[in-house]
């Protein structure tokens, strides 16, 4: 960890979706048990954790790989679909305190944006058919970049449409792979404590276990 990011600086906020807009991992857990009980697997826990924030695509890459299943991976991805989209539509809820600092950052710096791992018609499907309603400028997506989380390419995006410098705005993530995509881009960054411990988010300017102690640290330096 480095030093805090200091609010008078910055421009813009960068949410994660995952983890960090909404208590998604849990969501995302069942719809892989329910994949999983389709093709007749009962999933070690070992996977879920080597997986988490990586991209739609590889997901079910591995998934296919570490399973050996003799099927096309467009029919997993199918299936997968199908179980996230149900998963979402009955029990996703936004990360305590984000929409209340959500509201604070808005008033104080301005600019916000989406910048997800997450598919498009995934991200789409979510916000239509669920309670989970957020006002971003923008929303990158891995359908909106060549190469997702964590190449740079979804920061540098989302830092190109709202029109400012990487180093101005702060990104936060739960997940060593999106970190990785903050860093590399060249956002200040800070982790929460969502779906991963501190030792792996040791990467982000510094980290944190709920958006009213980030809230605390960007009012306090």
Same mark, same amino acid.
């Given at each position: 960890?480095?030093?805090?990011?200091?609010?008078?600086?910055?421009?813009?906020?960068?949410?994660?979706?995952?983890?960090?807009?909404?208590?998604?991992?849990?969501?995302?857990?069942?719809?892989?048990?329910?994949?999983?009980?389709?093709?007749?697997?009962?999933?070690?826990?070992?996977?879920?954790?080597?997986?988490?924030?990586?991209?739609?695509?590889?997901?079910?890459?591995?998934?296919?790989?570490?399973?050996?299943?003799?099927?096309?991976?467009?029919?997993?991805?199918?299936?997968?679909?199908?179980?996230?989209?149900?998963?979402?539509?009955?029990?996703?809820?936004?990360?305590?305190?984000?929409?209340?600092?959500?509201?604070?950052?808005?008033?104080?710096?301005?600019?916000?944006?989406?910048?997800?791992?997450?598919?498009?018609?995934?991200?789409?499907?979510?916000?239509?058919?669920?309670?989970?309603?957020?006002?971003?400028?923008? @929303?990158? /997506? =891995?359908?909106?970049?060549?190469?997702? &989380?964590? $190449?740079?390419?979804?920061?540098?995006?989302?830092? +190109? !449409?709202?029109?400012?410098?990487?180093?101005?705005?702060?990104?936060?993530?739960?997940?060593?792979?999106?970190?990785?995509?903050?860093?590399?881009?060249?956002?200040?960054?800070?982790? @929460?404590? /969502? =779906?991963?411990?501190?030792?792996?988010? &040791?990467? $982000?300017?510094?980290?944190?276990?709920?958006?009213? +102690? !980030?809230?605390?640290?960007?009012?306090?330096?």
């Amino acid at each position: 960890m480095t030093k805090h990011p200091d609010i008078g600086s910055l421009q813009a906020v960068l949410f994660d979706f995952d983890g960090v807009v909404v208590q998604s991992e849990s969501v995302y857990d069942r719809a892989t048990k329910k994949l999983g009980a389709h093709y007749g697997l009962t999933i070690p826990k070992p996977f879920f954790e080597a997986n988490r924030g990586i991209a739609e695509t590889l997901f079910y890459e591995r998934f296919k790989s570490n399973f050996d299943l003799a099927v096309d991976l467009e029919e997993i991805q199918e299936h997968g679909r199908k179980y996230l989209w149900e998963a979402f539509a009955s029990s996703v809820q936004f990360t305590p305190g984000f929409q209340q600092f959500y509201k604070w950052i808005r008033e104080v710096v301005g600019k916000v944006a989406l910048v997800t791992a997450t598919p498009r018609l995934l991200i789409d499907e979510i916000f239509k058919n669920s309670s989970i309603q957020v006002p971003f400028d923008h @929303i990158v /997506t =891995s359908s909106d970049v060549i190469r997702t &989380k964590p $190449a740079p390419d979804p920061y540098l995006k989302a830092c +190109e !449409l709202l029109g400012i410098d990487p180093a101005r705005a702060l990104a936060i993530e739960d997940s060593p792979t999106g970190l990785k995509s903050a860093v590399a881009a060249g956002c200040q960054t800070v982790g @929460i404590t /969502t =779906s991963c411990n501190r030792e792996s988010l &040791k990467e $982000a300017n510094f980290v944190i276990d709920s958006f009213g +102690e !980030l809230e605390e640290l960007l009012t306090t330096v």
